[in-house]
């Protein structure tokens, strides 16, 4: 068993998120509540798939949020559901996930498309992983395309003018081709989890207490409890799903699995005259993080090159890759850096070089307009952290980056044990 560490302000009713206005009912600020069947600490996209799918089983549910709102990796990251590229056991909770994504998209209302993602290979090295990919595939779900193909899939922008006096234009240079992977989603992240705690917090026998921290866990009277700086909340099981924080609750369990925070620099682009890209956009980088690209054979000559032309890219962990949100902003990233407590300090350097290879790869400046630091829970042990720590008190992080992709699938697996 772990043993766990151990001011109300009523949430305003209406919270504007990037323009859209949600509506959010106000924590009771009661020093207890009454049990149900389902409590679930921490409103990020795991937390709130795991009550999506208790309440779709009929079970009460209870949200305990130590913010006023989810403000961590579920906001901070592309929005894209990386389906294709997961293997194994990952693959499979990643296609349940996927098809739970569409449901609880219709029913709360939150933007879901369809949209795939593209892998633009710019080199022979590239290409050759994708085509190994495409033949361990069933047929369609890795579509190989020529550099033509491609193009004609992504579009191109307008004309637009460049600090030189000149004019440029979206044009996807230097490709030798690419691949289509069918099965990928995309979200917006800034607004989709808003919406499904407010489509939540709507349903009966839910209730979302925001600005109310978890302090220790425990059991009174055969039921499973959280003490939080609003009072005791009881349920019949408890999940933990605050993702990369799990030390500051269960420091013992947090370095049993390797727990580490994962700290990525990432920018917001205004969008590029007259360009619309539907799917996510990989690169050769991703090539290197994914394991269903990992795998293959073809993957260690790609490093090889990449160690020789681009060590810079390298250096920084990049994963470069960028999606575009429906207000037409494009999301732009990533570094990786590895720590226990991360810097809040950002390096200039880091941010410009993903930035630049991105302009590189689409053939056009970028107007950049924000910044910032995601963080997400990182393990070089294992993939998820699923642990009962007592009876009825479960911790749940997803410890390898893809948190969006898993959400929904991990939690079905979750949800589906209490039965």
């Known amino acids: 068993m772990y043993k766990c560490r151990s001011s109300l302000i009523p949430l305003s009713r209406q919270v504007n998120v990037n323009g859209v206005n949600i509506q959010f009912p106000p924590s009771s600020g009661l020093p207890s509540a009454p049990s149900s069947d389902v409590v679930i600490v921490g409103a990020g996209i795991v937390g709130l798939a795991h009550a999506a799918h208790a309440v779709a089983n009929g079970l009460t549910v209870t949200i305990l949020e130590r913010d006023h709102r989810a403000v961590g990796a579920s906001i901070r990251n592309f929005g894209h559901c990386c389906i294709t590229a997961q293997s194994g056991d990952l693959y499979e909770m990643a296609q349940t996930s996927r098809k739970y994504w569409l449901e609880f998209a219709g029913l709360a209302d939150f933007w879901a498309a ?12 590239e290409m050759a992983v994708l085509r190994e990919l495409s033949g361990e595939r069933e047929q369609g779900q890795v579509e190989l395309l020529t550099p033509t193909e491609v193009r004609a899939r992504l579009g191109s922008g307008e004309e637009m003018s460049v600090p030189d006096g000149g004019t440029s234009s979206v ?10 992977l069918r099965d990928d989603l995309r979200v917006d992240p800034r607004t989709t989890v808003a919406k499904l705690a407010q489509w939540l917090s709507e349903q009966p026998g839910v209730n979302i207490h925001w600005n109310t921290a978890a302090l220790g866990f425990g ?3 055969g039921r499973s409890t959280v003490r939080t700086t609003r009072g005791n909340f009881h349920g019949e099981r408890i999940f933990v799903c605050v993702g990369h924080d799990v030390d500051y609750l269960f420091p013992d369990l947090a370095e049993e699995h390797g727990i580490e925070r994962c700290a990525l620099q990432m920018s917001l682009a205004a969008q590029p005259p007259g360009l619309h890209i539907k799917p996510a956009i990989l690169t050769a980088t991703s090539m290197l993080r994914y394991q269903a690209f990992t795998d293959t054979a073809a993957a260690n000559a790609l490093r090889a090159e990449m160690e020789q032309s ?16 429906p207000d037409g902003t494009v999301i732009l990233g990533d570094s990786h850096h590895y720590h226990h407590t991360a810097p809040p300090f950002l390096k200039e350097g880091v941010t410009t070089t993903v930035n630049m290879e991105i302009e590189s790869a689409i053939g056009a400046p970028l107007d950049i307009v ?33 948190g969006m992709t898993l959400s929904f699938g991990l939690a079905h697996r979750n949800i589906a044990r209490l039965y």
């Not at 369809?114 to 892998?119: K, L, P, T, Y």
């Not at 250096?315 to 470069?320: F, L």
Request: cysteine-free; charged content about 15%.
């Open 171 to 180: 044009s996807w240079p230097a490709l030798v081709g690419g691949a289509f």
């Open 310 to 325: 681009r060590p810079e890219l390298l250096g920084i962990g990049a994963n470069v890759m960028f999606t575009q949100r």
């Open 219 to 221: 059991s009174e009277a």
């Open 370 to 402: 924000e910044r910032w630091q995601g963080i997400y829970a990182s393990s070089s042990i294992s993939p998820l952290l699923v642990r009962d720590v007592q009876r009825g008190v479960t911790v749940v992080s997803v410890t390898s980056g893809v």
């Open 114 to 125: 369809e949209s795939g993602a593209m892998v633009l290979a710019r080199t022979e090295s």
